[in-house]
């Protein structure tokens, strides 16, 4: 078992360090991709003008073909993959030795773990702990979708700079909060809950309700779509010398982790508030 | 030449719409900063809690800043 793990660490580092080692180049990139159902290597001619890069940062094609107009769209699919297949590994590899005296890894484990798990208890009370594992998971696969960036490999955007991604999270997180809701409250108290002051005010509840799932989505993608073109910008303004270190750690480093936790505590806090 | 000046209206309103966007969230999160470094002062063994409420309420305030941000980013690209 032991081995296994760290032979696929050791598979998954090699990947990386090819793909990187591969796309060094200053003219053009390569890059991995599927094109009308063929596994393609491929170089990509980059652009000059600051206009034709945004707008290539824009529209990361890279489109799957599966029916009709029905496509996925790879080159953030192919992230995102990458940040699950980090995750279960570095579960796999905390759950394998468990011990009552923790290792390393287990203590980094242990210390996100009982933070969140205090967090929800004291928002939205000790008999409903068993939100801790939707919360604690949200927030490390933002966290690590947002700084994944960082990691300088052509093609290695952060997945929550595409809109999808952050409305998907959104949606779930709506959901999540009204199945609770129902649960607690029973569904005639749930429904009573829309006409509270007065009769008049539900489409403004309604429409309120809504809003919450379209904010803290938009919320996530605009800063790190921000971010990422004042990189972008500056980068190029001063030839990739030394200042884009710093804008990294800021806007991928402070605001990434500063984004995942906020929408991880708004999607507690609106949890607490439909549950009370 | 009618659509040069749609062009050009679209860039205008990107530019406004982003400059006063940004007044609202700037005086709100300097409140926040403010109100919380007064908190801190007067209780200096909450800071941790008084820091982390202080972000959320910041990233909160912040929100009505990223809507002219996407607003404007679609007025430059998507016009």
Known sequence: ?276 | MESEIIRAAALLGAGICMGFGAIGPGIGEGFTAGKACEGIARSPENAGLLTRTMLVGQAVSESTGIYSLVISLLLIFAV
């Not at chain 1, 707008?55 to 990458?82: A, C, D, P």
């Open chain 1, 1 to 276: 078992m032991k081995k296994k793990s760290k032979k696929a660490l050791l598979i998954i580092l090699a990947i990386i360090i090819i793909e990187g080692i591969l796309s060094i180049g200053l003219d053009h990139e390569l890059q991995f991709g599927f094109d009308e159902g063929k596994f393609v290597i491929r170089n990509i001619e980059s652009e000059k003008s600051i206009q034709d890069q945004i707008n290539h940062e824009f529209q990361q094609y890279h489109m799957i073909k599966l029916f009709g107009k029905f496509t996925i769209n790879w080159s953030v699919l192919r992230v995102i993959l990458f940040v699950d297949l980090f995750l279960i590994l570095f579960a796999a590899l905390v759950r394998r030795k468990m011990h009552l005296i923790p290792g390393k890894l287990q203590i980094v484990a242990e210390m996100l773990y009982s933070f969140f798990y205090s967090l929800v208890i004291e928002t939205v009370g000790e008999e409903k702990k068993y939100f801790t594992p939707y919360i604690f998971t949200i927030f490390v696969f933002i966290w690590i979708c947002n700084i994944i960036g960082m990691i300088p490999i052509p093609g290695n955007l952060e997945p929550t700079r595409n809109l999808n991604v952050p409305l998907g999270l959104g949606i779930m997180a709506l959901v999540v909060v009204h199945y609770s809701a129902i649960k607690e409250k029973g569904i005639g108290l749930y429904l009573k809950e829309y006409a509270e002051p007065l009769a008049f005010m539900l489409p403004i509840n309604v429409v309120g309700e809504l809003a919450k799932g379209i904010s803290i989505s938009f919320r996530l993608f605009g800063n790190i779509l921000g971010g990422a073109i004042i990189i972008l910008v500056v980068s190029n303004l001063t030839r990739f010398i030394l200042i884009p270190v710093g804008l990294n750690l800021f806007f991928g480093l402070f605001i990434g982790t500063v984004q995942a936790f906020v929408f991880t505590m708004l999607v507690l806090s609106y949890t607490a508030v439909a549950i009370k």
